[in-house]
């Protein structure tokens, strides 16, 4: 059984890393991890690059000035894109 983990960025550049790396070092090894970014305007992209087995996202829309509007994009566009058989929501400040 494969777990699809939807992460929703914004500007969390400070906790991407121990975020991807918490599920990285998960003992179940069946998953895919899709990242969605909301155009941040910190290093998030750049520090979600450095992973190989993230299928990334980015925001082409316009952004609205309603966060959780954008959260919700987020995830519908994430899911959209996954493959599991579970799907799991993930902020990306959590770990």
Not at 48 to 56: S, W
Request: hydrophobic content about 30%.
């Amino acid at each position: 059984m494969k777990a699809s983990i939807l992460i929703a960025n914004y500007n969390n550049e400070n906790f991407i890393e121990d975020c991807i790396n918490s599920l990285l070092h998960q003992t179940y090894k069946n998953i895919e991890i899709i990242f969605f970014d909301d155009r941040s305007s910190d290093n998030s992209l750049d520090k979600v690059k450095k992973y190989e087995k993230i299928k990334l996202i980015t925001n082409t829309k316009e952004k609205k000035e309603f966060g959780c509007y954008n959260q919700i994009n987020s995830y519908r566009e994430a899911f959209n894109k996954s493959s599991g058989d579970i799907i799991f929501f993930l902020d990306s400040d959590d770990y």
